[in-house]
Structures are given as C-alpha cells and as structure tokens.
C-alpha cells in the first residue's frame, strides 16, 4: 500500500454494489467514502490527513489482508471512527501538516551530467521528488556558467553548481552579487586526476612542469584541489603549468588528441577517459582531502524566501535521495537510473565503477574503493570557510573576508540540521569541524593564518 | 544532350559517394593493437581499449543507429531526451521565428535607406559595424538582457539573419534602373505606388538572394546557438551526443543538419527563381 492511496478503500477496484455492504448502492458507498479519499485531492489538509491516517492503518495492520478484512467487515468510516477513538488522527494530520503545502509544486532543477548530480538526477526517476509532493522536471544544461545565468534568471528554480559557486555568486565574483543558499552538499569525494597514457612514468607531480591541465570551471573545488596538490609539491599552479577551464565532455576528446596532459574531474569523466583507453587514473581526489565536499544543490534566496515551503519540500527530497545513494547496495539500482539519454547519458558501466567503486585504474588493474564517491548532505560551514581560504589564496578575492559571515550566509547548516532532525537523521551538532587537507590541518577558526601558512600562493 | 549529361554525373555522384563510404569503411577497421589484459579488467573497459575498436565509427555503424533513428523519430523519454524528430522541429520552429522577425524588420526597413541616399549614408556606419559580428558574440548578453534562454536563441537567428537580408534590400532598391524610375515619374506615378509596382518587382531577385543567404546562415547558427543553451533542438542533440562521446550519432546529426540546410536553400531558391524576371 502506497502512502497516497486511501486507507480505508478495502478494494481498489469497486465492483457492482456496495464493497462494505454498509451502503444501498456502490455511487452511495463512493459518497461517504469521499470524505476519506485522497483522489481527487480536495486540499493539502486532507491529503496530509490521508498520508497520516494510512500511516497508523499500516502501523496497527501490517498485512494487508488482515486490513481489508478489518474495513470490509466494519466499513470506512466506522474505520475512521472507531481509529479515532484511540488515536488523534486530526492532531497528527497538523503536526504533520505543518511543514506546510508547497506554494509551488511544478519546479525546474538543472543539472550538468556528472555523476557528481547523482542525487539530484535520481530523485527524478526514483520518485524522491513526487514522494515529498513536487513534481520536478530535472533539466540538463549545458556548462557552469550556463546553470548560474538560468538560476538567476529564474528558469531554474535551484540548480546543481559546484560547491565554490554559490559563494562566488553572493559575493559577485564573475557575475552580479545575488545571494544564493546551499541546502544541501551533493557528493563527497568522487573527483580524480586523470593522466594520459604518455606519462605513465612520470607518476611524481615535482616532473609535471609545463604541463597542461584541464578544470571544469573556476570557481570549483576542482581547481582548488588541483592547484593545492600541485603548490604542495613545489609546483605553482599559475606559472609552472597551465590550467584550463574545460567543459567536462571535451576533457577525454582533449586528452585524446594530446591538447592536454591531464585533468582534474568528476569521476564519470575520469571513468570515461579509462574506458576508451585514453588515460589512467593518477590519484583519487580521496586521497588529497578524504571527504571533501564537490557539488552542492544551490537556490537563490529569492526563492527560499517566496516559496519556503517548496524549498523546504525540496531540501527534504535531495536529503532522502542522498541517504539512499550513501548506501552501497543501492548504487548499482542508481547507476542504471541515472545512465539514460535522458539523465547523464553515458555507458552503464562507467557509471557503475563510478558508484560501486571498483574499478579499472587504466594501467591493467581493478581498485576497490566503496567511498571513491559517497554522499553526505550536511552543508559545513567550515567547508565554506576553506573555499573562501582558497579563493583569497589564488588571487579570486581581492581584500578582505569575513570568513564566517559568508559562510553562514550561504551554507544553510542550521536550517538543514533542522530539517534532518525532523526528517528522523541525525545530523551533526555543530556546523564547524577541522580537517585535515594532505595532512595539514585546518581550523575554521582561524582562516587567515591559513592562508598566510601557504608559501606558494598568488602575491595580492 | 543535357539529359545524357545529367545521367553522368549521376553516375559520378554514386561513384563517389562509394568510394567514400569504401575508404571511410577501410580507414576504421580495427588495427590498432590490443594490450594485454586481463578478463576482470577488461570487463570494466570499452571496445576501444579491449578490441582495438576504431574511436571512429565506420559507415555501418552510422547506418546501423540512423535505422534506428527513423524508425522512432518522435519518442519522448522526457525532458532531456526527446527523437530526432522533435529536435529538429524545435530547431526549425527556432529558425522559422527568429528569420521571420528579420524578415518584417530588414525589408521595410532595407527598402527605406534604398530610397533614401540620406539615411543610407547615414545608418551605413552603423550597419557596417554590427554586420560582421559572430551572432554568438550577442548570446550572453541576450541571456543576460532577455533573462530566458529560448527567447534569447530567437534573438541571435534573428540578429544573424537581418544584416544579408537588409543589404541587399538596400542594394537592391538602390540599384532599381534610373530610366524605370524617370518613366514613372512621367507618368506622375505616387510614392507609394512606384514603390509597390516599380521598385519591388525590380528590387524582388536581390532581395530575395539576400534572404536566401540569411537562411543558411540562421540555420548555421542554430545548431551553435542550441548547443549553447541546451534544452531541445538538433544542437542540444549533438552536445548531448558529444557528452556521451557517441560520434555516431553526432555524424548522423551532422548529416539532419545538412538536408535540412539543403531544404531551407532549395526552397528558397524556387521562390528566387519565381520572382526572376529577363532583361
């Protein structure tokens, strides 16, 4: 029994006359069972009271033949009644209900077609989205720049970005300030740099001068992440080699015809590359930070603050689907949901290296790794906080930042906290934690001795 | 004579197209050496790598996935996956909109400054600069200014296909025989009137050799544009293609493309030729 399907409809497919026996007819039957229907949905009210009410039918009859026994021999409403007596239906469909109707139930969410928007794109075909009462169109697009401009042109309602970019749009960085929220992280880990085939012996970074390498964009944890593993072997990523802002796709054509030497990016790509013989899988974005956040699911704040309800609908779907990505005996269910034309579109087996973890390195072996990719929705602020470090590090802010007003500005980890709290997961009480970057620390206390601790780093 | 003559180069044309599919046929077999490896892995890795597969598709493959395509050319798999069909018809939809605005907007307009030596000398800086600007160039800021993707689309067929048709028209209104003017004039014919059945039939072949040359233009652009944007269309469809690196089907939308291009100029072309007249 579905959770939207009436619970006191002992059969779904009424018969000549009435199926309780209570009623003359099967159209007097329908009446009196009507006030209990949840089709056609009559208001919100009564659809929560629906959801609410089969909850605890489900609870006291867990087989569902003893349950349509149970109303056939009584009838609905002598169902409704005789539950009511012992339990407050009508409380519970308010409590129930206060997290209130979506003002908006037809939404726009895009995405780029990386494994990285896992649940996001999943939540579509999974019913995440129609389970929390939206009825979202996920929509792919084209580029970084591309879902920024539509997200603020409001064609999207929220949208996929990289972690960086929220901040990088509330504080006007390649674009007009517009402040923008984080609800939700995507993906932990789940990057990797991916080397071509030539420099299968040159494996130690300190040889990789004059290099070219590609990043999908700039304001990404991947041009972070590149540029830090790089300045911690002594290379300085803006005059030793060259860094690209490549669009993920052309990333393995460009590999192939030797336009570059290597990449840093989302994993289905570094798959991709390994899969047409083109390059090998140089190091795991694990191993430079293990749990780094990459992509986040990013509204602006016009809409939080038109359409909470929808938002908070939302958030919860995106949470849900990710704690059913985090667990690995789903992943493989995901990758075939997700591989279709019509979501990411790539071969089923890439994507299910990508999820499981078990993999071809490009070099003859297979690797396990089940946390390659994981999925852990709790914003940190304190991963705002080291964007922001990273930003001031490479030049793309100028001055100075307030470390912390930013990042609670934009990473909503009070509201989500709640929201988890409500949804019965247990999210963790603080919104700060240290971390460990290549086996330096990082407080998020302290941000500016951060910075300064790097020695090389552009000159402001 | 000539129909001998066409019958030739109907045989050249087939020649030729075979032995393209021949060599393009030959040049994607697969010979590239296969290392090593062993079954687990190979499990895990693509045609190319374990059999030595040519990155390239050969013609058959092409062939194999356009059947497939036409046979369900309307399928709809939701938003992000529609059949080729649809795609084009968006695109078409894209181009017919946005080439119809220029129309409304450059031949009025073209056959004002034509009338006009003032206002011809005086627009012409303008038009000279705007008129060699990539249509693409305007996309951001039609993104940015419209705030709406598909509209913003319309705008660039729009601004790429205004410039031939208006230069010509100009061009060709301008150039309308001074001794068919003069008789008019005798015969004391009105403004209007000399401009409706004088200088539009004279002006009619350059004009519409003007739209003829926007059309293939617009119908470049789209493709571009779409890629752009995404969402629907034949170029979201080879962007889409690109990003699962399926040259296949990206040749089979590069081959769409062309018949379409080919349509639009055909059609075109007999309206061209209606309008023709012998000096």
New interface residues.
């Given amino acids: 029994m579905s959770t939207f399907d009436n619970p006191f409809d002992p059969d779904r497919n009424l018969r000549a006359g009435c199926v309780c026996g209570e009623h003359r007819s099967a159209a007097e039957h329908e009446q009196a069972a009507s006030a209990l229907r949840c089709e056609p949905v009559e208001s919100e009210e009564k659809r929560y009271e629906g959801v609410v009410a089969s909850a605890v039918m489900r609870a006291m009859f867990p087989q569902d033949a003893a349950r349509r026994a149970f109303l056939r021999s009584v009838g609905a409403s002598t169902a409704l009644a005789a539950l009511s007596q012992f339990f407050p239906i009508k409380t519970a469909t308010e409590v129930f209900a206060e997290t209130g109707a979506p003002e908006k139930k037809d939404l726009k969410v895009g995405f780029i077609?990386i494994t990285c928007a896992t649940p996001i794109i999943m939540a579509?075909p999974l019913g995440f989205y129609a389970k929390h009462g939206l009825n979202v169109?996920?929509?792919?697009?084209?580029g970084w720049a591309?879902i920024r401009?539509?997200t603020i042109?409001?064609?999207y309602d929220a949208a996929h970005m990289l972690a960086p970019m929220p901040i990088a749009i509330s504080l006007g960085l390649g674009a007009n300030a517009i402040p923008f929220s984080v609800p939700a992280i995507e993906n932990i880990n789940g990057q990797g740099i991916v080397l071509a085939m030539k420099h299968k012996d040159k494996r130690d970074p300190k040889d990789w001068k004059g290099l070219k390498f590609a990043i999908p964009f700039d304001y990404s944890m991947h041009n972070y992440l590149l540029r830090y593993y790089l300045a911690e072997h002594g290379i300085d990523p803006d005059t030793d080699v060259q860094l690209r802002s490549v669009p993920p796709?052309?990333m393995?054509?460009n590999l192939?015809a030797d336009n570059i030497d290597g990449f840093l990016a989302p994993d289905n790509i570094c798959q991709?590359a390994?899969?047409?013989?083109v390059g090998f899988m140089h190091l795991l974005s694990k191993e430079i930070w293990d749990g780094h956040p990459c992509c986040s699911f990013a509204a602006s704040r016009e809409f939080i603050t038109t359409a909470p309800n929808s938002f908070a609908a939302l958030t919860r779907a995106i949470v849900d689907a990710t704690a059913y990505a985090s667990k690995a005996e789903n992943r493989k269910q995901i990758a075939e949901a997700i591989a279709?034309?019509?979501?990411i579109?790539?071969?089923v087996?890439v994507l299910e290296?990508v999820l499981t973890g078990?993999?071809?390195d490009g070099l003859?072996?297979?690797k396990t790794d089940a946390k390659r990719v994981d999925f852990d929705p709790f914003p940190w602020q304190s991963f705002a906080v080291w964007m922001l470090t990273q930003m001031k590090r490479w030049g793309q802010i100028k001055g100075d930042v307030d470390y912390k007003a930013v990042a609670e500005q934009v990473y909503l980890a009070t509201d989500t906290r709640k929201l988890m709290t409500e949804m019965g997961l247990s999210p963790p009480a603080s919104s700060y934690k240290s971390f460990a970057v290549m086996g330096k620390n990082f407080d998020p206390a302290k941000p500016e001795d951060y910075v300064a601790s790097f020695k090389i780093r552009k000159a402001s | 004579m000539t129909s001998s003559l066409r019958l030739r180069a109907g045989l050249v044309s087939i020649a030729l197209l075979a032995a393209f599919l021949g060599i393009w046929h030959l040049a994607t077999r697969s010979t590239a050496p296969v290392a090593a490896m062993s079954p687990e892995y190979a499990k895990l890795m693509g045609l190319t790598a374990t059999q030595g597969k040519s990155a390239m598709p050969g013609p058959l493959d092409v062939g194999a996935k356009l059947w497939e395509h036409l046979k369900r050319p309307f399928y709809d798999n939701g938003p992000n996956d529609k059949g080729l069909g649809i795609q084009l018809g968006y695109s078409i939809a894209r181009v017919g909109l946005g080439y119809l605005l220029a129309v409304l907007v450059a031949i009025p307009l073209g056959f004002l400054i034509g009338m006009s030596p003032l206002l011809s000398k005086a627009l012409d800086p303008f038009i000279q600069v705007l008129k060699p600007i990539s249509p693409l160039a305007w996309m951001p800021l039609a993104l940015y200014t419209i705030k709406d993707s598909s509209i913003s689309a319309i705008f660039v067929i729009f601004i790429c296909s205004i410039w031939p048709m208006l230069l010509n028209t100009v061009f060709g209104v301008a150039s309308v025989r001074k001794e068919w003017i003069n008789v008019a004039r005798t015969l004391e014919v009105g403004t209007l009137r000399r401009a409706f059945t004088v200088i539009l039939p004279a002006a009619a072949p350059t004009i519409l050799t003007g739209m003829r040359i926007s059309i293939g233009i617009a119908w470049l652009v789209i493709v571009a544009a779409e890629m752009l944007v995404g969402g629907t269309g034949i170029g979201y469809f080879v962007w889409n293609e690109w990003n699962n690196l399926s040259i296949t089907n990206v040749i089979i939308a590069i081959l769409l493309i062309g018949i379409v291009g080919m349509l639009l100029d055909q059609i075109l072309a007999r309206f061209t030729r209606m309008v023709t007249f012998p000096e």
């Fill in positions: 077609p579509a169109e996920v929509v792919k697009t084209a591309v401009d539509k042109n409001k064609e796709p052309e393995v054509a192939r991709r390994i899969y047409d013989g279709p034309a019509n979501y579109n790539a071969p087996t290296q078990t993999y071809a003859g072996g297979v």
